[in-house]
């Protein structure tokens, strides 16, 4: 039996809520009502309470406030929105402060009612079973049913309250870690889904319908999409488009060969950016990312490096802030490819803009990373000159054109920006982080880096960055 009480500061719809079920067909019995979260709370310490709809605009203490104080004094106690169909932007922030489901007093009369306290009635049940086994939700159950969707957030904060709010899919069943998983109901409509997730959960998220999880237990099925499912979606044909239809047999068949694959050299080559002088080039560096599948997690912070180490040599700040704002939504290699062809067109139209030969652009590329890479180490024009394949002289004037700068205040500004990352990234002393920048005295690195940024290396570590 569960007991529960309404808390609204509108008595009528107090009475209205409570009179207009049949609470004991769903096993509950209403043990009392408030008329704000402060006799709330009173009523909760005085009862024996399981349940609370809530209000969410109360006085004295609103909803959202209620919903805190339980989730720290009382988290034995469940909580629900009650809430008008313009207020529906504050659902999304209860959600997150621990309610478990939403019901829009507007919309509710007793057609609709016995629905909506059964959806509710089953998350109680699920949200128990979880608190009770003390382990993963799902944990022990098994798919009655052939198809499932599974939700996979690829944010922090993927916003769950975003599922709570989907009306072509089933609640929630099971999560784990990243994943969410929901039954798939009668009815369900694939395009409308897709419509809808496309709108509501963007970017954000990667769905797929699973079949043949009939007999399977939801928390390993979920624990192998936690792990397996942004790989494998990635490199499917169809893995940009919301809801691909994917057998879990192909999951982790996929996962397998993945770890069996031949390892991430082509992010290794592709770093030089020669890919970027001609199509043949490109097609060839495209088929080596798909023939070896390396992690989409490397192959998303290789196109964030590509942004960050060559947009000041390729000044087009507004392609760069558009491909830089495209980027998150690259969310499988086919929707990728379209954005490495527009970096490719930005890179090559610097060539043209320059009057470089290919050979002369791919002499700069080698050695930006030349010099990138041994940062810590003696470098020198003539050096790095040399190990291209050009005349110092020729060099040093398709260098400066190529940078916008001299080849000397080039490589300091690449060592001054090492030494920023180092100061803010790791505990090493500023002596060793000046070394580590190619500056053999340190008294004339904390000179340079202070003309730079304005403060000491020791200071500029204390604020954190901030200049």
Known sequence: ???????????????GFMSMIDWAAFDVVMVGEAGDGREALKLVETEEIDLLFVDISMPVMSGFELIRRLRELHPHVHSVVLTCHHEFEYVQE?????????????????????????????????????????????????????????????????????????????????DYRNVWISSLHQGFRLEEARQ??????????????????????????????SARLGQTLFYHPEGHVPLVMLPYRELLTAAVLREQGEGDEALEQGADLAWTLGSAERTRFME??????????????????????????????????????????????????????????????????????????QCMFRAVCRMRADLGRKLNQNGVAASVG????????????????????????????????????????????SGCSGFEDERYFSRLFRGSTGLLPSEFRQRGGEE
């Open 196 to 225: 809808e997730m496309r709108e509501q959960l963007g970017a954000a998220w990667l769905t797929a319908v699973l079949s043949g999880v009939q007999g399977a237990d939801i928390a390993e099925v979920a624990g192998a999409c």
């Open 94 to 174: 209860a959600l997150r402060l621990g309610a478990v489901d939403y019901i829009v007093k507007t919309l509710l009369d007793i057609e609709k009612a016995d629905e909506t306290i059964s959806r509710i009635m089953a998350r109680l049940k699920w949200e128990e079973r979880f608190r009770s086994g003390g382990g993963k939700r799902g944990e022990g159950d098994r798919f009655s049913a052939d198809k499932a969707i599974v939700y996979l957030s690829l944010e922090p904060d993927g916003g769950e309250e975003r599922l709570y709010s989907l009306r072509t899919a089933a609640r929630p069943l099971a």
């Open 288 to 361: 080596l990312l798909s023939r070896q599948k390396p992690h989409y997690s490397l192959v998303l912070a290789f196109c964030r490096r590509l942004l960050q180490d060559w947009g000041p040599f390729l000044p087009d700040p507004e392609e760069l802030t558009v491909l830089e704002a495209a980027l998150p939504a690259c969310r499988s290699l086919t929707m990728l490819k379209g954005w490495l062809r527009r970096f490719a067109d930005l890179a090559a139209g610097r060539m043209l803009e320059l009057g470089f030969t290919r050979e002369v652009m």
């Open 390 to 433: 050009m005349s110092r002289s020729y060099f040093s004037q398709c260098y400066a054109r190529f940078a916008g700068i001299p080849f000397g205040e080039s490589l300091r500004g690449m060592r001054l920006e090492h030494a920023r990352f180092l100061l803010l990234h790791t505990e090493l002393p500023v002596w060793e982080i």
């Open 1 to 15: 039996m569960i007991r529960a009480a309404v808390v609204d500061d509108e008595r009528l719809v107090r009475k």
